[in-house]
């Protein structure tokens, strides 16, 4: 592209600076708008996946079938240690951790709760994230420790009993003892309220010698690095070779653990693309009537650069690359305001009144607005294919014009 | 071989129920080298006959030849191309294009034929040199007088090395002696660089140096006149 071509379409837009800057505002404001958009929604699915990942990992490991079984015993990885070695041999970054529930009664005096004890290994990790989301007022459960427990603050207060306190765990038709007496060391506030009175918290090593000597109900392998979604391509090459080294287990991702959470996700970027593709055409009807006035305008002028031996493609070029580089100028400036703004709110950001109701679905209420580079460069693409569009049929009328006729044209 | 050859040129506009008769038949032929003045009142058909001679427009019957390729019936990009490579035009309205300087004006056409940039300048620099307007190339048209703009827009034909300049009253927008500064001046352009001319002009005033005068009346040519004083009877 001669640097001539380019510098008299650069000019001519700014013979109508008035409407030239109100076109360039509006593809402007739309991309700033977009990368907003597209960061707040990635601010929401990366919400929506990290608190889905921290709670039970990118990657899970049962016995086939698990979900259908009704049975402890059946439920079981029997050879934990043995799945865990192989885990962590191809899990690359993955914590791995092995994980045993053990449903029971939980008794304090006369009170008493069915619960799911949940026994864990708790790497430092992932002990910090659970901390960060869920205040804890005492100790928290450590690795190897045969009496301790953490109970959320819900079923302390329904059990009536306190840090200090003692609590007997009852699991019957299970392979351990079958029955334990914890002392309660810790209390958390569990971010999710339907949690607040169901948490239990036990040392996978407790948990086993109660129920599962050995074995585990599954393992998580967690990825705490990958806090977005888009960067989780190396937690299903993960799974894909997990799957090869313990075939006779099931090996499932996140989104095969969570299938109505996936379908919302990915439903997510084709709602956000067309939204984004109308923002566009408002703005692009903007661009359309600017440089139609423009070749309006300039009808008599083109007449002469036909006469001086222009071809009709030419004047058409120059037209279109008048409207690309409109849009391209906006497309800089929405870019320059947009991603200052969505790195701003990349240090976290909650949306006023419904702080609550995202930490009744156990969602964090802070949001950390994200944007893929893929996502900036599909709203620059946008805003170029929008001043390519916007030209095609002031630049169509311009080609056909007759050189002698568009010399006498009066405006 | 003439440079142009002209053979029964008709070419009628019609507007809404009217007809009008624009050119009525008109035979010429241009020498290379030529100086020639198309000259009649308004409406005689003057600016016909050079948009018929510049394919800017498609005649009703005849035939245009330049250098003996008919040039008629070309098709658009066809049309474009040859004026490109081998016409320049002058305009009347001066025509420069406002957010370029006299120099870029001047290097338009040039570039158009996809000189080098180079090139482009030196050729368009030595073109306003030679029109008088060197110093004035970082100027843009509205900080030019009307003569000098004119001046511009025979550069802008010159530099691109034409085979003909085809003028359209290009004194009409001027004042009589700016007028006449200008003709002079394509007339020492035509005689230094060899540059055929066909201007058109109403002003009798203006026809002291050309070499050859074409009159043209209600759309026929009336006469011809050489500078060795040779009438030509009606055509």
Same mark, same amino acid.
């Given at each position: 592209m001669p640097l001539a071509v380019l510098s008299l379409a650069w000019r001519n837009l700014w013979r109508q600076r008035r409407r030239s800057l109100t076109s360039l505002g509006a593809?402007?404001?739309?991309?700033?708008l977009s990368m907003l958009?597209?960061?707040?929604? %990635?601010?929401?699915?990366?919400?929506?996946?990290?608190? @889905?990942?921290?709670?039970?990992?990118?990657? &899970?490991?049962?016995?086939?079938?698990?979900?259908?079984?009704?049975?402890?015993?059946?439920?079981?990885?029997?050879?934990?240690? &043995?799945?865990?070695?192989?885990?962590?041999?191809?899990? %690359?970054?993955?914590?791995?951790?092995?994980?045993?529930?053990?449903?029971? #009664?939980?008794?304090?005096?006369?009170?008493?709760?069915?619960?799911?004890l949940s026994g864990r290994q708790w790497p430092d990790a992932l002990r910090e994230s659970y901390l960060r989301q869920n205040p804890l007022e005492g100790r928290f459960v450590r690795a190897g420790d045969e009496a301790g427990i953490v109970l959320g603050r819900g079923l302390a207060t329904a059990l009536d009993v306190g840090i200090g306190g003692q609590?007997?765990?009852?699991?019957?038709?299970?392979?351990?003892?079958?029955?334990?007496?914890?002392?309660?060391?810790?209390?958390?506030?569990?971010?999710?309220?339907?949690?607040?009175?169901?948490?239990? #918290?036990?040392?996978?090593?407790?948990? &086993?010698?109660?129920?599962?000597?050995?074995?585990?109900?599954?393992?998580?392998?967690?990825?705490?690095?990958?806090?977005?979604? &888009?960067?989780?391509?190396?937690?299903?090459?993960?799974?894909?070779?997990?799957?090869?080294?313990?075939?006779? @287990?099931?090996?499932?991702?996140?989104?095969? #653990?969570?299938?109505?959470?996936?379908?919302? @996700?990915?439903? #997510?970027?084709p709602v956000m693309a067309v939204v984004s593709v109308i923002f566009f055409i408002l703005a692009g009807l903007l661009v359309v009537n600017s440089i139609y006035l423009g070749m309006i305008e300039r009808i008599r002028e083109f007449g002469v650069l036909m006469s001086l031996g222009a071809s009709g493609r030419r004047v058409m070029g120059l037209i279109t690359l008048e409207s690309v580089l409109l849009c391209s100028a906006g497309a800089l400036v929405g870019t320059a305001v947009g991603l200052p703004l969505v790195a701003l709110m990349a240090r976290g950001f909650t949306v006023p009144g419904l702080e609550q109701y995202y930490a009744s679905f156990g969602m964090d209420p802070v949001f950390y607005a994200s944007i893929h580079p893929s996502e900036v460069a599909f709203a620059i693409a946008f805003a170029l294919g929008t001043g390519v569009l916007a030209a095609l049929w002031p630049a169509s009328l311009a080609s056909r014009l007759e050189p002698v006729e568009a010399m006498r044209f009066t405006a | 071989m003439s440079l142009y050859r002209i053979e029964n040129l008709q070419k009628r506009y019609r507007t809404g129920e009217v007809e009008t008769l624009a050119l009525r038949g008109v035979d010429l032929t241009i020498e290379e080298g030529e100086f020639t003045a198309v000259a009649g009142p308004s409406g005689s058909g003057k600016s016909t006959l050079l948009h018929l001679m510049g394919a800017l427009d498609t005649p009703s019957a005849g035939e245009v030849y330049l250098a003996d390729t008919r040039i008629d019936r070309l098709g658009k990009r066809e049309a474009a191309r040859m004026r490109l490579e081998n016409l320049g035009f002058v305009f009347q309205a001066y025509n420069l294009i406002p957010v370029l300087t006299a120099l870029e004006n001047a290097a338009f056409v040039l570039e158009l034929q996809g000189v080098g940039r180079r090139e482009r300048e030196r050729r368009a620099r030595q073109a306003l040199d030679d029109l008088g307007m060197a110093e004035f190339a970082g100027?843009?048209?509205?900080?030019?007088? !009307?003569?000098?703009?004119?001046?511009?827009?025979?550069?802008?034909?010159?530099?691109?090395?034409?085979?003909?300049? =085809?003028?359209?009253?290009?004194?009409?927008?001027?004042?009589?002696?700016?007028?006449?500064?200008?003709?002079? =001046?394509?007339?020492? =352009?035509?005689?230094?660089?060899?540059?055929?001319?066909?201007?058109?002009?109403?002003?009798?005033?203006? =026809?002291?140096?050309?070499?050859?005068?074409?009159?043209?009346?209600?759309?026929?040519?009336? !006469?011809?006149?050489t500078r060795d004083g040779v009438a030509r009877g009606e055509a």
């Open positions: 593809v402007a404001l739309v991309v700033c958009y597209y960061s707040i929604g %990635g601010a929401a699915v990366n919400s929506m996946y990290s608190n @889905l990942t921290e709670a039970g990992g990118q990657i &899970q490991i049962h016995v086939p079938g698990y979900r259908d079984l009704r049975d402890f015993s059946a439920g079981l990885i029997r050879n934990a240690a &043995q799945v865990e070695a192989a885990a962590r041999a191809d899990a %690359g970054s993955g914590v791995v951790v092995g994980a045993l529930d053990v449903p029971g #009664l939980l008794i304090h005096g006369d009170r008493s709760r069915a619960v799911a609590v007997m765990m009852y699991a019957p038709g299970t392979e351990g003892y079958g029955a334990g007496s914890y002392t309660v060391t810790g209390l958390v506030d569990v971010l999710d309220p339907s949690y607040a009175s169901r948490t239990a #918290l036990i040392s996978l090593a407790a948990a &086993q010698t109660l129920a599962a000597p050995d074995a585990v109900s599954r393992v998580e392998v967690h990825f705490p690095s990958i806090r977005r979604v &888009q960067d989780d391509s190396a937690s299903l090459e993960a799974a894909r070779r997990l799957q090869r080294a313990v075939p006779e @287990l099931s090996v499932e991702t996140w989104r095969e #653990l969570s299938p109505m959470l996936v379908r919302i @996700l990915d439903s #997510l970027r | 100027r843009r048209p509205n900080q030019l007088s !009307g003569g000098q703009q004119q001046r511009v827009a025979v550069a802008r034909a010159l530099a691109a090395e034409p085979k003909i300049i =085809l003028a359209d009253e290009p004194t009409a927008n001027l004042d009589s002696e700016t007028g006449h500064a200008l003709i002079e =001046l394509m007339r020492q =352009l035509n005689r230094d660089h060899g540059v055929t001319f066909v201007f058109s002009t109403h002003d009798p005033r203006l =026809l002291d140096s050309v070499d050859r005068i074409v009159r043209l009346e209600d759309g026929r040519v009336t !006469g011809e006149e």
